[in-house]
């Protein structure tokens, strides 16, 4: 369901053979998120009913279970399955930006991009344009990815990043794909059980005559 509100064109597939990065596994984006009602809030919207797009702009923010998306402008669709597709833009004084918790765990991912396009039947976001992408743990940054275009799976938490033009620097005048990973620290090893009481023996059967 799609609440104006209704999600931006049908995002591109494509192969990146930059760099290809997994957090888990076995970890999960929010299940739930797909199924959720999408709602979104703008300074102004334009609906064109023949090709069932509604154009949000200004100030757009976008909210789909713990899925978060602002942007200046958005175009939405959602196809006759209730599949919805999400074109964000954003400004090169603000870029595009989108945010979700992982399934189970106290982590978000977090990224920006001039522009932003998410397929929740893939459950794919495409970042494009000076493209970074951040997971947190808790409140504290984690890892760090730059690039022209990262591409992230939140069904399988896999994500490919390219390098480009629109990623120089003058720190980085080649374009090329940087990554920050911190390691994950173990766990703390469970404290020792305290020793059980020792029991005394007593020569005594009956309590001593007063």
């Known amino acids: 369901m799609l609440h104006h509100s209704t999600a931006p064109t049908l995002f591109a597939r494509f192969a990146l053979a930059a760099l290809v ?11 739930a998120d797909k199924d959720k009602p ?8 334009r609906y064109e009913d023949t090709r069932q797009t509604s154009v949000f702009t200004g100030n757009v923010v976008l909210t789909k279970g713990t ?36 399934e189970g765990l106290d982590e ?18 495409l970042f494009t344009g000076r493209a970074v992408l951040r997971r947190y743990r808790g409140t504290q940054l984690n890892d760090v990815t730059e690039g022209s275009q990262i591409l992230y799976n939140s069904q399988t938490e896999v994500f490919s990043v390219k390098g480009g033009a629109s990623n120089r620097t003058a720190a980085n005048p080649k374009g090329r794909v940087q990554t920050m990973l911190t390691p994950i620290p173990d766990a703390p090893a469970p404290a020792p059980a305290p020793d059980p009481a020792k029991l005394r023996p007593s020569n005594q059967l009956t309590e001593p005559k007063k």
């Open 108 to 125: 978000w991912i977090e990224g920006e991009g001039e522009r932003i396009e998410y397929d929740s039947k893939a459950e794919t976001v």
């Open 67 to 102: 899925i978060l998306m602002r942007g200046a402008k958005m175009d939405v669709r959602q196809d006759p399955q209730g599949n919805q597709f999400g074109l964000l833009v954003g400004t090169p004084e603000k870029p595009g930006f989108f945010r979700q918790k992982r």
């Open 21 to 31: 990065l997994s957090f888990s596994a076995a970890v999960y984006a929010e299940k």
């Open 38 to 45: 999408m709602n979104v809030e703008a300074d102004a919207l």
